[in-house]
């Protein structure tokens, strides 16, 4: 059971362009979102993230947007670079009971989206 | 550098070997997590701590695996018997509100 799912395995954009990466879920749960870049041989990197109580959250080039009701979350880079090219990750969490709140609790991954910048 | 850090960064090991994997946290988070990564696939989660108390298992951590984090601090994943199907990166991160990987630990059975 899938339950964050990135139908796009690739998305190749020009340098300058913007890049949208795109992720669905299906948990009405989740309720923190996070954005992850990924080079070869490293671990994840943290990008971005935003709470359910949120439509928007920006961070230099980086913008997520939340559509609850879709229940779709997207990465908008703007403008892109070729040091952008890496594989990105959405995650989603469910707040723990303790009210840590952010993503304390387990993350639930996508499959990944390898981005690819051209000069 | 403050960051998350793995032990070793790779692991090569002959199938029924029993392995261990070291993870030091960000020195003030005191959750600590541990996640696994195939091929083509997102990282997925195993297990984790709140200070030294291990709060959730995944089904995905067989009888084989073990995890601790006996001082709060460092925690260890120990993989028994090890079979070919436990290749993979094994991710270690920690949080404060966010979650923070360390490198990985790429372990190959061969």
């Known amino acids: 059971d899938q339950q964050v799912k990135q139908n796009s395995p690739s998305l190749s954009v020009q340098e300058g362009r913007i890049s949208i990466l795109n992720c669905d879920y299906t948990n009405s749960m989740f309720d923190y979102f996070l954005w992850y870049k990924k080079y070869p041989a490293e671990g994840p990197t943290f990008l971005i993230s935003?709470?359910?109580?949120?439509d928007k959250n920006e961070d230099g080039r980086f913008t997520v947007f939340l559509n609850k009701s879709a229940k779709h979350l997207s990465l908008h880079i703007v403008p892109s670079q070729p040091g952008d090219s890496a594989v990105y990750f959405c995650a989603a969490s469910i707040a723990a009971p303790d009210n840590y709140g952010g993503a304390t609790n387990k993350l639930i991954f996508g499959t990944g989206t390898l981005l690819a910048v051209q000069p | 550098d403050t960051g998350v850090s793995q032990n070793p960064r790779h692991k090569i090991t002959k199938r029924g070997q029993n392995v261990t994997f070291r993870c030091d946290p960000i020195s003030e988070h005191n959750r600590l997590y541990w996640y696994r990564q195939t091929l083509g696939q997102g990282p997925e989660f195993l297990t984790y701590?709140?200070?030294?108390?291990?709060?959730?298992k995944s089904r995905l951590l067989s009888d084989r695996f073990s995890a601790e984090r006996p001082k709060g601090s460092f925690s260890t994943l120990e993989i028994q018997r090890t079979e070919q199907g436990d290749s993979a990166m094994y991710l270690c991160?920690?949080?404060?509100?966010?979650?923070?990987f360390g490198p990985g630990t790429r372990l190959l059975v061969l």
């Open positions: 935003i709470s359910s109580i949120k």
């Open positions: 991160a920690s949080s404060g509100e966010t979650q923070y």
């Open positions: 701590f709140q200070n030294e108390a291990q709060l959730e």
